[in-house]
């Protein structure tokens, strides 16, 4: 991609990331258009030497394009009626899920915990051409008001079973009446199951499965949509 198309804002958060490290756009097709993602091009010089396994609640998950971000980056892409809907994306790394959503029509903010997350999101954003997007910081510990959503959206949020219930006070607190969330997960992941049992108490759960061949093997993405249970 030729940089000198950003606008200016993005063109310069893109040269001061570039100092610090490798950078590439990746492409991605969201139902009849293309979005552009900003990625880390050598994650093991982004890691500095040290163990992704080591500890795994201080990988980097957002840096990665996760099987399960793509999946739910063609639902959300392919849904109609999108004019004038709202949809909020948690923790949302580099943003695939909801770049596809703005493509598709929705207003679309995307929430992260760190700055330089969403410096990744804005010129993935301005490169795709979208102007719909908003960006904010979100603790999932103590989760601040975003507003209220016709539509919550993640994938792979479930790394640990102590962010079950942040995330079940980030659905109550953003979502609207009559709203709807769609999350993705790689079936191997195994503390899903027992999320969507806290969850159903709550909520409605749809489930849908997407197997994608990878590197000789078969993925299969677990999709979930969720809907409020009327009281």
């Known amino acids: 991609m030729d940089i000198r198309t950003l606008p200016e804002e993005e063109r310069k958060i893109y040269n001061r990331i570039r100092k610090k490290y490798k950078l590439i756009f990746d492409k991605l097709k969201a139902g009849d258009n293309q979005i552009r993602l900003l990625k880390i091009a050598d994650l093991e010089e982004f890691l500095g030497g040290k163990d992704p396994f080591a500890n795994v609640s201080e990988f980097p998950f957002w840096t990665r394009l996760w099987d399960s971000a793509m999946v739910l980056a063609y639902v959300l892409a392919g849904q109609k009626k999108t ?5 909020f994306e948690i923790k949302a790394g580099l943003g695939a899920p909801g770049l596809a959503a703005a493509s598709a029509g929705f207003d679309v903010t995307l929430a992260d ?3 330089i997350i969403m410096d990744f999101q ?7 051409g979208l102007s719909n997007i908003n960006f904010i910081r979100l603790d999932w510990q103590n989760p601040r ?37 769609y999350l993705a997960h790689d079936e191997r992941r195994q503390n899903l199951f027992k999320f969507l049992e806290l969850a159903q108490d709550d909520f409605q759960i749809g489930f849908k499965k997407q197997v994608l061949r990878k590197d000789g093997n078969d993925v299969t993405v677990v999709i979930n949509r969720l809907r409020p249970r009327r009281k």
Do not use: H, Y
Not at 122 to 128: D, G, I
């Open 122 to 128: 804005k010129v993935s954003a301005a490169a795709s």
């Open 113 to 115: 915990e760190e700055d």
């Open 145 to 181: 008001e975003a507003g209220l959503f016709d539509v919550l959206a993640g994938a792979e949020l479930l790394s640990r079973d102590d962010l079950f219930q942040p995330l079940l006070n980030i659905f109550r607190l953003c979502l609207k009446p009559g709203g709807e969330i």
């Open 83 to 87: 004019a004038g809907k709202s949809l």
